[in-house]
C-alpha cells in the first residue's frame, strides 16, 4: 500500500509544480507590463462615441481590432442619431495588413498597410457608397464608386505618391499611427513628429460634408506631440493642407476625443463605452463585418481565418 501512496504523492507535487510555474508565468507578464506602466490593452474593443457638427449631435460606435485572418487589423464605423441605432447615416470598414516598412538605410518601423476599405452616406436618404481596394501590380488604389448622381459613378485608378512612407486609412489612423510606436516614443521623448499620407477613404463623399477638406485621395500630413492634458492622456494634431485635426489618446493608445475646431467637429468617448474582449465578442465582430458591409464575395477571404489565426492575432 506504502509505494501506492507513494505514487500517488510524486504525482500531486508534479501537478502542484505544473500549477506554480503557470502561475510564475503569468505573473511574469503581468510584472513586464507592470514595468511599462500599463497592461496589455483589449484585442478587440466596441466603443461608443458622442458626436457633435455643425448638423447636429450622433452617436459614433467603432470597432477596432484584428481581423479574423492573422496579420490584419479592421476598423468598422458606424454613425446614427441618438435612440436611433437601426438606423445609420454613415458606415466604413477599413482593413489593413500588420506589416514592416524599411527605409533606404535598412531600418525598419512597423506599419499597417491598406488594403480595403468601404465607406457608405446618406444624403437626403440616398445612398452613396465608395470602395477602395490595394492594386500592388500597378502601385495604385483603385476606387469604386456608385451613388445617385452621374458624376461619382464609375472605377478610377489613383497612383500612390512617389517614394515610400507610412500610409493610413483617415478611419483608421489612431492604428495606423499607434502601430509606428510613435505614441511611445514621443511621449518617452516629450516631443515628436511624423509624417504620413491620409488616405480619405470616404472621398469624395466626405470632402462633400465638411469644408476645406482636399479634394484628393491621398494628403501629406504630419502627426505633432503637443503634451499631456489634466487626465494624462496624451495629446497630438494632426496638420494637413491648412487644417488640424486635434485629438487624445489614453494610458492604452486608445482614441478619447478628437477636436476638429475648424469644422465645428467634436467627438467624445462616452463613460457607458462597451468594451469587449472575448473570443465569442470577436466572433460576432467578424460576422456583422460580412453581413453590414459590401458583397459576400469581398470579403470571402476574411472568412476563411479559423481559430488557431484568431488566437495568434489576439498575442
Given at each position: 500500500?506504502?509505494?501506492?501512496?507513494?505514487?500517488?504523492?510524486?504525482?500531486?507535487?508534479?501537478?502542484?509544480?505544473?500549477?506554480?510555474?503557470?502561475?510564475?508565468?503569468?505573473?511574469?507578464?503581468?510584472?513586464?507590463?507592470?514595468?511599462?506602466?500599463?497592461?496589455?490593452?483589449?484585442?478587440?474593443?466596441?466603443?461608443?462615441?458622442?458626436?457633435?457638427?455643425?448638423?447636429?449631435?450622433?452617436?459614433?460606435?467603432?470597432?477596432?481590432?484584428?481581423?479574423?485572418?492573422?496579420?490584419?487589423?479592421?476598423?468598422?464605423?458606424?454613425?446614427?442619431?441618438?435612440?436611433?441605432?437601426?438606423?445609420?447615416?454613415?458606415?466604413?470598414?477599413?482593413?489593413?495588413?500588420?506589416?514592416?516598412?524599411?527605409?533606404?538605410?535598412?531600418?525598419?518601423?512597423?506599419?499597417?498597410?491598406?488594403k480595403i476599405s468601404q465607406?457608405?452616406?446618406?444624403?437626403?436618404?440616398?445612398?452613396?457608397?465608395?470602395?477602395?481596394?490595394?492594386?500592388?501590380?500597378?502601385?495604385?488604389?483603385?476606387?469604386?464608386?456608385?451613388?445617385?448622381?452621374?458624376?461619382?459613378?464609375?472605377?478610377?485608378?489613383?497612383?500612390?505618391?512617389?517614394?515610400?512612407?507610412?500610409?493610413?486609412?483617415?478611419?483608421?489612423?489612431?492604428?495606423?499611427?499607434?502601430?509606428?510606436?510613435?505614441?511611445?516614443?514621443?511621449?518617452?521623448?516629450?516631443?515628436?513628429?511624423?509624417?504620413?499620407?491620409?488616405?480619405?477613404?470616404?472621398?469624395?463623399?466626405?470632402?462633400?460634408?465638411?469644408?476645406?477638406?482636399?479634394?484628393?485621395?491621398?494628403?501629406?500630413?504630419?502627426?505633432?506631440?503637443?503634451?499631456?492634458?489634466?487626465?494624462?492622456?496624451r495629446k497630438y494634431s494632426?496638420?494637413?493642407?491648412?487644417?488640424?485635426?486635434?485629438?487624445?489618446?489614453?494610458?492604452?493608445?486608445?482614441?478619447?476625443?478628437?477636436?476638429?475646431?475648424?469644422?465645428?467637429?467634436?467627438?467624445?468617448?462616452?463613460?457607458?463605452?462597451?468594451?469587449?474582449?472575448?473570443?465569442?465578442?470577436?466572433?460576432?465582430?467578424?460576422?456583422?463585418?460580412?453581413?453590414?458591409?459590401?458583397?459576400?464575395?469581398?470579403?470571402?477571404?476574411?472568412?476563411?481565418?479559423?481559430?488557431?489565426?484568431?488566437?495568434?492575432?489576439?498575442?
Amino acid at each position: 500500500m506504502f509505494p501506492r501512496k507513494s505514487e500517488y504523492f510524486f504525482k500531486d507535487i508534479s501537478s502542484l509544480c505544473k500549477i506554480f510555474l503557470f502561475v510564475i508565468l503569468l505573473q511574469s507578464c503581468a510584472f513586464v507590463n507592470a514595468l511599462r506602466g500599463k497592461t496589455a490593452p483589449p484585442a478587440s474593443t466596441r466603443t461608443l462615441f458622442h458626436m457633435t457638427d455643425l448638423s447636429g449631435e450622433f452617436i459614433l460606435e467603432r470597432e477596432s481590432g484584428g481581423g479574423p485572418k492573422k496579420n490584419t487589423h479592421i476598423v468598422k464605423r458606424r454613425v446614427y442619431q441618438p435612440g436611433k441605432a437601426e438606423k445609420e447615416l454613415e458606415k466604413s470598414i477599413a482593413i489593413a495588413d500588420v506589416g514592416v516598412l524599411v527605409d533606404g538605410d535598412g531600418e525598419k518601423t512597423p506599419v499597417l498597410k491598406p488594403k480595403i476599405s468601404q465607406y457608405t452616406v446618406w444624403f437626403e436618404s440616398k445612398k452613396y457608397f465608395t470602395e477602395m481596394k490595394l492594386d500592388n501590380a500597378s502601385k495604385s488604389l483603385l476606387v469604386n464608386m456608385s451613388s445617385p448622381e452621374a458624376k461619382w459613378n464609375g472605377n478610377v485608378k489613383v497612383p500612390f505618391p512617389k517614394g515610400t512612407g507610412v500610409f493610413c486609412f483617415f478611419s483608421q489612423v489612431i492604428e495606423c499611427i499607434a502601430r509606428t510606436r510613435f505614441f511611445e516614443l514621443s511621449a518617452n521623448k516629450n516631443t515628436g513628429q511624423l509624417n504620413i499620407h491620409i488616405i480619405w477613404d470616404g472621398y469624395p463623399y466626405f470632402q462633400e460634408q465638411y469644408s476645406n477638406v482636399p479634394s484628393e485621395v491621398f494628403s501629406r500630413a504630419q502627426v505633432v506631440y503637443e503634451g499631456r492634458n489634466e487626465e494624462s492622456e496624451r495629446k497630438y494634431s494632426i496638420v494637413f493642407g491648412g487644417e488640424s485635426i486635434f485629438f487624445n489618446i489614453d494610458e492604452y493608445e486608445n482614441l478619447s476625443k478628437i477636436f476638429w475646431i475648424s469644422q465645428g467637429l467634436t467627438i467624445v468617448r462616452s463613460d457607458s463605452s462597451e468594451v469587449k474582449s472575448t473570443k465569442k465578442a470577436k466572433k460576432k465582430f467578424k460576422q456583422q463585418t460580412k453581413e453590414s458591409f459590401g458583397r459576400d464575395d469581398q470579403f470571402t477571404d476574411l472568412e476563411e481565418g479559423n481559430e488557431e489565426a484568431e488566437e495568434d492575432s489576439n498575442e
